[in-house]
């Protein structure tokens, strides 16, 4: 029996997931995976991005290679990396960025493209900009991909999270409620404080929050389940996630 949120009234659970998708298709060229496999790196582009400049690539040379890896994914259909035995996008997409690397596609084959093309929307200053702002430790360029990866996932969490929200009318609840996701008992506001903003009682407010953080790990789980081939690794994955956010 599958449950549903009672802001939204949509169902939880694991049916056909983009990557899924992907793998189940019987011929490379499906459109239905391509087009799977096209929202997948539209969302999952800025920790390749990311992992390249970590590996010492200058901006206009991890664009490039960005977009030749999702040229050749998307473009090209090239899913032949992909391992069904392994089936997580995030080590798919690892392995895909470090083989084009190993075959020095960035000196011999990278197309110069210039803007004339686009495979994902790459904002180059945004990702200078938050490509910036990553720590200074000597945080390896797998660990930093995966945890741009982890980031991401909870961003998209977040975002239809204040999506359902805005859609209910709940906006303000939203704004004086998020700072209670995380659980944590140094919270720089108290329910008692949140309750007056909002005109509800101590009490309320704490149900409320409660209830935003259920959603909240619902949708993540969702998130995460995109990105996996099966129920089965579901858990594991998430429980990877947990372990790179906690490092």
């Not at 189940?24 to 087009?35: K, W």
């Not at 259909?77 to 895909?96: I, Y």
């Not at 007056?196 to 995460?224: D, I, K, P, S």
């Amino acid at each position: 029996m599958s449950h549903q949120d009672s802001t939204t009234g949509g169902p939880v659970g694991f049916q056909t997931t983009h990557w899924s998708l992907v793998l189940a298709a019987s011929q490379p060229d499906s459109p239905q995976a391509q087009a799977a496999l096209s929202q997948l790196c539209h969302a999952y582009w800025y920790p390749v991005y990311a992992f390249l400049r970590r590996r010492g690539h200058k901006p206009d040379e991890a664009k490039d290679l960005t977009q030749e890896l999702f040229y050749r994914l998307i473009e090209r259909r090239s899913l032949e990396v992909a391992d069904r035995e392994k089936g997580r996008f995030r080590s798919f997409l690892l392995a895909c960025v470090q083989n084009l690397l190993a075959k020095q596609w960035e000196k011999e084959h990278t197309l110069k493209r210039g803007g004339q093309y686009s495979f994902v929307p790459l904002d180059e200053a945004w990702a200078e900009s938050r490509y910036s702002a990553e720590p200074a430790d000597p945080m390896s360029p797998e660990k930093l991909f995966e945890r741009r990866w982890a980031l991401t996932l909870l961003d998209q969490a977040m975002e239809q999270l204040q999506h359902e929200y805005a859609n209910a009318g709940k906006s303000a609840q939203f704004e004086a409620l998020q700072v209670f996701l995380s659980g944590a008992k140094d919270s720089p506001a108290s329910y008692a404080e949140v309750g007056t903003q909002l005109n509800v009682g101590e009490n309320a407010a704490r149900q409320a929050a409660y209830r935003m953080r259920g959603r909240f790990g619902e949708l993540l789980r969702m998130q995460v389940a995109q990105t996996v081939a099966s129920p089965a690794e579901l858990d594991a994955e998430l429980a990877h996630l947990r372990q790179v956010l906690s490092g």
